[in-house]
C-alpha cells in the first residue's frame, strides 16, 4: 500500500495544483477594477519616482552613476520593475491571517499538503503577472521605443527568465517561512514589511547592485534577491555573460534547497504548537 | 480488523473507531500586563498560566453512533473534537481514531474522516459553493458521477440546489451552514464531527438540518458526533450523550435511559400574572409533602419538578399559593434533565 503511494500522490498532487491554480485564477480576476489598481498602477509608480531622482542626478548627459549612463538607468529600472513584478510577493499570501484566525485547521483534516495549494497560488502569481508584464511591455515599447529596453540576444533573454523564474520560487519560499513565523509571533506584518523593504534593496530594484559599495555588492552576490532581479536585468542587457548566468542558477538552487528544509521544519514544528485558535 | 457485528435486531456491536484513553490537553497562555510599563514587562518576564481544558477523557465511540457532546462555554467540547481530529495533539493520554494516533493521522485516514465548524467556514470564502465542491472532489478523490449524484441528492434535500452558483460570502448563515454539510458529506467519511452547526439557524433550517444528518447516519451508517447548545438538536437527533463539564466528563449514556429515570415525573411550567406573589424561599418546606422540587424560578415563571402521581394533588396548591395565568404539565425536558445531572454531580462532589 504504501510502496505504490509515491508516484500515485505526486500524480495527485500536480492534479490538485492544477485545480488549485484554476480556482486562484478565477478568484484573482473575479474583482476587475481592484485587478487593474492593484497589477497596473501599482507597478508604475517606483520606477517612475526613480526616474526622476536619477534624472535629478545625471544632468549632463556624460554623467555616470556606477558605471551606468542616464538611458542605460531608465533601461535598466524598467527591466528591474519588470521582473520584480514576477517575484512572488507577500501581499500573494495571506498565511499568517489564516494561521491566526484559525482557518489553516481545515486542511489538517483534509487529505492534502497544504503546501500544494500554496504552490497553486504561486502559479496563479506568475500567470498573471508574465500576462501583465507582457502586456506593459507592448505598450511601453509602442509609447517609448527609444527609452525601452533592448535584449542583447535571444540567450541572454531566456537565461534573464530562468533565474527571476527561479528567483521568483525562492521569493515564495521566504514568504512562505515569514508567514509560519505567525505560529509563534504576533509582529508577522511587520516582519514581512520589513523583508520585503529590504529585499527589494538587495534585488537592486532602486540601485543597481553593481552601482553599489563593492563590498556591499559583493556580500549581495551570495542572496537570491540580486540574482532575481539585478542580475536578470544586467544579463538582457548584455552586461553580464554566461558564466555568470551559471553562478547564478548554483546560487539559486541552494537558496532553494535550504529555504524549502527550513520551510518543512518550520510547518511542522508549527503544526505541532497549532492550537486551531478559538471557537 | 473486526468487523460489525450484529448481536439483536437493533443492538449491532460494531468496531471502534474513536477511543480515548486519559486523554487530557493543557492550554499555556500568558497573561498580559496592560499599558506601557506593562508590554516592556511581558517582553522579559511572562507569567504563564496553564488551562486544563481536557482532564483524563475515556471515551469510546463505534462506527454507526450518533453522538451528543455538550457542556457550557469552555466544557472543552472544541477541544475534545480537535484532539481526536487530529488538529492539535493532546497533552497527556492518548487519542486514537481507526485505530491509529489522531495527530499521525494518514491521508487514507483523513480520507475517512470530515470537520464542520459552525463558527469557521470549511469552504473557501470567495468561491462560489460549487467551485468549493470541486476542489473537494480533487482532495478527496471522488468520482465524478458519484460526486454529480450526491451534490445533487442532497443539494435537493437541503434545500439550496439554486445557491449553488453564489459566492459563499454572499449565502446567508443558514444557507451557508447546509453548503458546510454537503461538502462534508460529499466524500462519503465514515466519521462527521459537527462543531455547533446550528447555530444562530432558524428554526426550518434546524429542522431541516437535524432531518438531514439522521437519515444520513441512518441510511449509511455514517459514525456522527455533534455538540449543540440547543438541546432540541440534541433529543432529535442523537442516541448517546456525552456531557462535559469543565474538561471531565460527567455523564456518558443512552438518551433513551436518561430519559428513563425521570419518566415518573413531570414537569410544570407555571405563568403567574404580574399580580401575584412570586416565589418564596418561605414556600420550599410546604412542597415536600408532594415530593416536589422546584427547579427554576424567574419572576414569573416557576418550574417544578413533581412525581407523577402527585400531580393531581400539587396543581390545586399551586392555584391557592399564586394568581396563575397558564401552567403546563409535561415530561421533563431533556435540558431540565441536564441541569438535574449537574446539580447531582455537583453535591455529590
Ligand atoms: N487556544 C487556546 N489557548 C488557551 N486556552 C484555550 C484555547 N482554546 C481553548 N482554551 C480553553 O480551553 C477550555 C475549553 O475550550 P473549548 O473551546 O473546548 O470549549 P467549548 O466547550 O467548545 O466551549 P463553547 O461552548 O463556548 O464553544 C476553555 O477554558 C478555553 O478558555
Ligand atoms: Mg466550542
Redesign the pocket.
Same mark, same amino acid.
Do not use: P, S
Given at each position: 500500500m504504501s510502496t505504490a503511494a509515491p508516484s500515485s500522490s505526486i500524480a495527485r498532487d500536480l492534479r490538485l495544483l492544477g485545480v488549485a491554480f484554476a480556482y486562484e485564477l478565477r478568484k484573482v480576476t473575479a474583482w476587475r477594477a481592484g485587478f487593474v489598481v492593484r497589477e497596473l498602477m501599482r507597478s508604475l509608480w517606483r520606477p517612475l519616482v526613480m526616474i526622476f531622482v536619477y534624472r535629478a542626478i545625471l544632468v549632463t548627459p556624460e554623467a555616470r552613476f556606477g558605471g551606468f549612463d542616464f538611458p542605460a538607468l531608465v533601461a535598466y529600472l524598467i527591466l528591474a520593475a519588470s521582473f520584480e513584478k514576477l517575484l512572488f510577493h507577500q501581499r500573494g499570501l495571506d498565511l499568517a491571517d489564516q494561521i491566526f484566525q484559525g482557518y489553516v485547521t481545515k486542511y489538517l483534516t483534509m487529505p492534502v499538503r497544504f503546501f500544494v495549494l500554496a504552490l497553486g497560488r504561486f502559479a496563479q502569481h506568475l500567470a498573471v503577472q508574465s500576462s501583465v508584464v507582457a502586456f506593459l511591455w507592448v505598450v511601453g515599447s509602442l509609447l517609448f521605443p527609444q527609452w525601452w529596453p533592448r535584449v542583447a540576444s535571444a540567450s541572454a533573454a531566456l537565461q534573464a527568465f530562468v533565474l527571476v523564474l527561479l528567483g521568483s520560487y525562492c521569493a515564495f519560499l521566504m514568504c512562505f517561512l515569514v508567514n509560519v513565523l505567525a505560529f509563534w509571533l504576533e509582529v508577522v506584518w511587520t516582519l514581512s514589511a520589513m523583508a520585503s523593504f529590504v529585499f527589494s534593496f538587495a534585488a537592486g530594484v532602486l540601485v543597481p547592485v553593481s552601482a553599489m559599495p563593492q563590498s556591499l555588492a559583493g556580500a549581495l552576490r551570495w542572496m537570491f534577491p540580486y540574482w532575481a532581479v539585478s542580475a536578470p536585468g544586467e544579463l538582457f542587457l548584455g552586461r553580464l555573460g554566461t558564466q555568470e548566468f551559471l553562478r547564478g542558477v548554483c546560487v539559486l538552487l541552494a537558496w532553494v534547497v535550504a529555504l524549502e528544509l527550513l520551510r518543512q521544519l518550520l510547518w511542522r514544528r508549527g503544526l505541532r504548537r497549532h492550537?486551531?485558535?478559538?471557537? | 480488523m473486526d468487523r460489525a457485528v450484529s448481536t439483536g435486531h437493533n443492538r449491532a456491536v460494531s468496531e471502534v473507531l474513536i477511543e480515548m484513553r486519559g486523554a487530557g +490537553?493543557r492550554?499555556? #497562555?500568558w497573561k498580559r500586563r496592560e499599558g506601557f510599563g506593562g508590554f516592556f514587562v511581558n517582553l522579559f518576564a511572562r507569567e504563564w498560566t496553564e488551562?486544563a $481544558?481536557?482532564e483524563g477523557i475515556e471515551l469510546e465511540i463505534r462506527r454507526g453512533e450518533f453522538l451528543g457532546l455538550i %457542556? $457550557?462555554?469552555? $466544557? %472543552? +467540547? #472544541? #477541544?475534545?473534537l +480537535?484532539c481526536v481530529s487530529g488538529i492539535t495533539p493532546v497533552s497527556s493520554g492518548s487519542a486514537r481514531m481507526f485505530g491509529c494516533d489522531s495527530f499521525a493521522l494518514r491521508d487514507e485516514h483523513k480520507r475517512r474522516l470530515s470537520m464542520v465548524m459552525g463558527q469557521r467556514s470549511q469552504l473557501w470564502w470567495d468561491l462560489p459553493a460549487i467551485d468549493s465542491f470541486r476542489l473537494l472532489r480533487e482532495i478527496y478523490s471522488v468520482p465524478r458521477s458519484d460526486f454529480e449524484l450526491r451534490l445533487r441528492e442532497s443539494a435537493e434535500r437541503l434545500q439550496v440546489t439554486d445557491m449553488l452558483q453564489r459566492q459563499l460570502r454572499n449565502l446567508s448563515l443558514g444557507e451557508r451552514m447546509k453548503m458546510e454539510i454537503i461538502g462534508a458529506f460529499l466524500h462519503e467519511p465514515d466519521v462527521v464531527f459537527l462543531?455547533?452547526p446550528t447555530i444562530g439557524l432558524d428554526l426550518v433550517s434546524r429542522e431541516t438540518i437535524r432531518r438531514y444528518l439522521v437519515e444520513i447516519n441512518r441510511a449509511r451508517g455514517v459514525t456522527i458526533v455533534l455538540?449543540s447548545?440547543d438541546m432540541e438538536d440534541i433529543e432529535e437527533t442523537c442516541r448517546r450523550l456525552v456531557i462535559?463539564r469543565q %474538561?471531565r466528563v460527567l455523564f456518558d449514556g443512552g438518551l433513551v435511559d436518561l430519559k428513563a429515570r425521570t419518566y415518573e415525573r413531570r414537569a410544570i411550567e407555571v405563568h403567574l400574572e404580574p399580580s401575584s406573589p412570586g416565589w418564596d424561599a418561605a414556600f420550599e418546606p410546604l412542597l415536600e409533602p408532594f415530593g416536589a422540587r422546584l427547579e427554576r424560578a424567574a419572576p414569573l415563571t416557576l418550574l417544578f419538578s413533581v412525581p407523577a402521581p402527585a400531580v393531581q394533588r400539587f396543581v390545586p396548591f399551586l392555584f391557592e399559593r399564586f394568581a396563575i395565568r397558564d401552567l403546563s404539565i409535561e415530561h421533563h425536558p431533556l435540558d431540565m434533565i441536564i441541569r438535574q445531572i449537574f446539580q447531582q454531580r455537583e453535591g455529590g462532589a
Open positions: 492550537i486551531g485558535a478559538g471557537v | +490537553k492550554f499555556r #497562555t488551562v $481544558a481536557l %457542556g $457550557a462555554n469552555g $466544557a %472543552g +467540547k #472544541t #477541544t475534545l +480537535k462543531d455547533e455538540t447548545h462535559l %474538561g
